[in-house]
């Protein structure tokens, strides 16, 4: 039994779910912890968003550890930097703050704290963690990534730009605060790239070859969610149902590809991210209806599915216009949210960004239709020039 046929079967847990960061202090003291290592970014920090964490954690334990240097797609670099804050301080947990950078730098730090003697790089791939990490807290402040659910940290090598993630089941957080005033106010094209990871996620989970009757409820769910809201929410960044019904869209779309795993959209968007720093739901957002279209009839009648949950046209619907329709669905949600069609992609680096993300996909991901690396380059042509031939 190959890993792929084992994902569905492996021993997943799912974060204790809180919906007010202020109850995060309540956690600290339950589980016998008051030296926190708060890790987060520059720009959430300036919005203000940790302040009142920040204030509640120093009045419960008399100070707090904060580290706000993360960038997007973390280094390496950047995760030792912030595991020798936690080491310095004396920390004892982990709360991450932020977007799917900030978690997964927090739980690259997790990783390290339980694996000293090994790099990054040499728990890169599948269970090579097997270690607890310290008690991990996630907040997520977008509607994207999933990242408060999963058992993955995506990292991009110092040295090299390559991008790769380490996954074991010690990274799943133990507490996810789903605080939806947290993600008000969120610039709106974060807000339309990071809903737009989340679609990704739930839509690759959903076509996958290794799905469980369970990924694929959260997946369809997280579907119609984000078909219903996404658009509301990127109008409207004050409009906390919408932010609220995101964020969980956002957290069952986690759940789903947590077990059920992505496809070559993600190992595209990877190779990208790590190549010219292209942030992740952009490159997802654009890549999403290129892939679909090059998976041809295979997936028809999974879009017909997803499409008639989603409330997108009725079952009486020819799988193959109804799977058109779904893909114009996503094109035409791009479209009215200012995200591109194209990608800015050089030439000469196709070869080697098609190769990089073929060794990702094959043989991991459960994807529907299996591509070599010379039908990835024909793909990153299409998003290059905007079209399909």
Avoid at 369 to 387: H, N, P, S, T, Y
């Amino acid at each position: 039994m190959g890993m792929r046929a084992m994902l569905p079967f492996l021993p997943y847990r799912e974060p204790q779910l809180l919906t007010d960061t202020l109850k995060v202090c309540d956690v600290l003291q339950n589980e016998n912890k008051q030296k926190p290592l708060l890790v987060t970014d520059k720009s959430i920090r300036k919005l203000g968003l940790t302040q009142p964490l920040e204030k509640a954690l120093k009045s419960a334990f008399g100070k707090v550890t904060i580290f706000d240097g993360t960038v997007a797609n973390p280094t390496t670099q950047n995760v030792e930097e912030a595991l020798e804050k936690y080491l310095k301080n004396n920390c004892d947990c982990l709360i991450a703050f932020g977007g799917g950078s900030v978690m997964d730098c927090a739980k690259a730090v997790g990783a390290r704290l339980a694996c000293p003697k090994k790099s990054l790089g040499q728990m890169k791939g599948v269970l090579k963690v097997r270690h607890k990490i310290p008690l991990l807290v996630a907040i997520p402040t977008t509607a994207g990534t999933g990242s408060e659910t999963t058992l993955a940290a995506v990292i991009t090598d110092s040295e090299t730009r390559h991008k790769y993630a380490i996954s074991d089941f010690p990274l799943i957080p133990k507490y996810a605060v789903l605080d939806a005033k947290l993600t008000l106010g969120l610039p709106p094209f974060v807000t339309a790239t990071t809903g737009m990871d989340a679609l990704t996620h739930a839509i690759e989970a959903y076509l996958g070859r290794s799905t469980t009757k369970k990924t694929r409820q959260e997946a369809l769910m997280a579907i119609k969610m984000i078909f219903e809201n996404l658009e509301t929410d990127n109008k409207d960044p004050t409009n906390e149902v919408a932010r609220a019904k995101m964020l969980h869209a956002s957290y069952l779309a986690g759940l789903a590809f947590t077990q059920s795993y992505v496809g070559y959209v993600h190992a595209l968007a990877h190779a990208l991210g790590g190549k010219y720093n292209i942030a992740h739901g952009l490159a997802n957002a654009v890549i999403l209806p290129y892939v679909l279209k090059n998976y041809g009839s295979k997936i028809h009648k999974k879009l017909w599915k997803m499409g008639v949950f989603a409330g997108l046209f009725g079952n009486k619907a020819l799988k193959q216009e109804a799977a058109r329709a779904f893909i114009e669905k996503i094109e035409e949600m791009n479209k009215n949210m200012g995200i591109p069609k194209t990608l800015d992609i050089q030439d000469q680096d196709i070869p080697q960004l098609a190769a990089t993300a073929e060794a990702e996909a094959n043989p991991l991901y459960p994807v529907p239709v299996i591509f070599d690396a010379k039908r990835l380059e024909k793909i990153l042509m299409q998003v290059r020039a905007g079209k399909i031939d």
